[in-house]
């Protein structure tokens, strides 16, 4: 019986996918040797603005024991490079390669559904104003037709102001009615979220799911420890964004929690030096979403038993870097 996932999971393998890969309509044509040849890398392209909507979504079916795979892939600068083939990755799945890869390529066109995830705790009243105005500019530069965003803040309790809307006006006041005061709960606010906002989900589409946490990432008030939060993103198949609201010179244990919520669901995270720094961050993170991979894959010895697998992602060049998440929990086996 066919259901529909949507995407995600991440970093390092040993194993050529062209050795298990099914035919992909939509990539290249394969070389003949497994090696990675010697690619020009193309400059970072996000897609522009229009061309997301006037590209047709293609609805993509997926079995229970596939994997929907997006990632994002960097050179030691940070560009996004873009034009890559399956052959150029290296894959295992719980330290095994995939039993067969069945779809790769570019994905620019995937519906995204977004949340945005401000910290409204009291310790960042004095650059609250400037973080909205990013936020309104990100989703302004980055919702297309079949996108959906929603809004909410975060101090001991979660404040949804608006749910999943593609109209811009709408989420623009739900980011204005956001006010700052309180202490912080972040591990209950991203674990609460994930659990209602991504889990819950339901769509006729692949999608890409993306929180962008907006936080000096303190928690002084929550009942959730950090890695129950991980892991509700990690099964909600989520991807976290994380911006530090910290512009202080020296870096603190925040930081360090927002760098491991980010690297575990195959985000990043940012750290501003100066408070105008934010907002390009947030368009960086617009450029990601824009120029990410998909792969589509089915895993070597697959058991429904609702376990964590890892997952391992490379390329062979070692010039790039493959930002992917550390892995995903199968589906639970049917109740008796």
């Known amino acids: 019986m066919l259901t529909r996932l949507p995407a995600l999971l991440l970093a390092a393998g040993t194993l050529c996918l062209a050795q298990t890969a099914a035919p992909a309509p939509a990539a290249p044509a394969a070389q003949t040797s497994p090696a990675l040849q010697s690619h020009p890398a193309p400059a970072p392209a996000a897609q522009p603005a229009t061309s997301a909507q006037d590209e047709p979504i293609q609805t993509l079916f997926i079995e229970s024991n596939e994997v ?5 892939v960097t050179d030691k600068n ?34 995204l559904r977004v949340g945005i995830m401000l910290d409204t705790s009291s310790s960042i009243r004095q650059r609250f104003k400037f973080e909205q105005d990013s936020a309104m500019d ?10 959906r965003a929603f809004i ?29 005061g309180g202490g912080t709960a972040l591990y209950d606010a991203l674990y ?7 889990l819950t989900l339901r769509h006729d589409e692949a999608v890409r799911k993306v929180l962008v946490l907006v936080s000096d990432g303190d928690d002084n ?4 420890l950090e890695s129950d939060a991980i892991k509700e993103c990690q099964r909600a198949e989520t991807i976290v964004y994380a911006i530090s609201t910290n512009i202080s010179p020296s870096k603190d244990k925040g930081d360090d929690v927002l760098k491991a919520i980010a690297q575990a669901t195959g985000g990043a995270a940012f750290y501003p030096v100066k408070l105008e720094d934010i907002a390009g961050y947030f368009k960086d993170i617009q450029e990601e979403l824009r120029s990410q991979y998909m792969l589509v894959y089915r895993p070597a010895d697959f058991k429904n038993d609702g376990s964590f697998r890892t997952i ?4 062979f060049n070692s ?7 550390t892995g995903y929990f199968a589906p639970s086996p049917p109740a008796k």
């Open 78 to 111: 940070g560009r996004f490079i873009t034009g890559l083939r399956r052959e150029d990755f290296a894959l295992l799945d719980n330290h095994r390669p995939p039993e067969a890869v069945l779809r790769f390529g570019q994905q620019t066109n995937l519906p």
């Open 221 to 224: 008030y929550s009942r959730a």
């Open 68 to 72: 929907n795979l997006v990632f994002a």
């Open 138 to 147: 990100f989703l302004y530069q980055t919702l297309h037709r079949d996108d």
């Open 192 to 198: 609460k979220t994930c659990r209602d906002q991504m």
């Open 312 to 315: 391992q992602l490379s390329a």
């Open 152 to 180: 909410e803040g975060f101090d001991v309790q979660i404040d949804l102001e608006q749910n999943y809307s593609n109209n811009i006006d709408m989420l623009n006041q739900g980011i204005s009615r956001l006010r700052p």
């Open 319 to 325: 010039r790039y870097h493959v930002r992917s998440k």
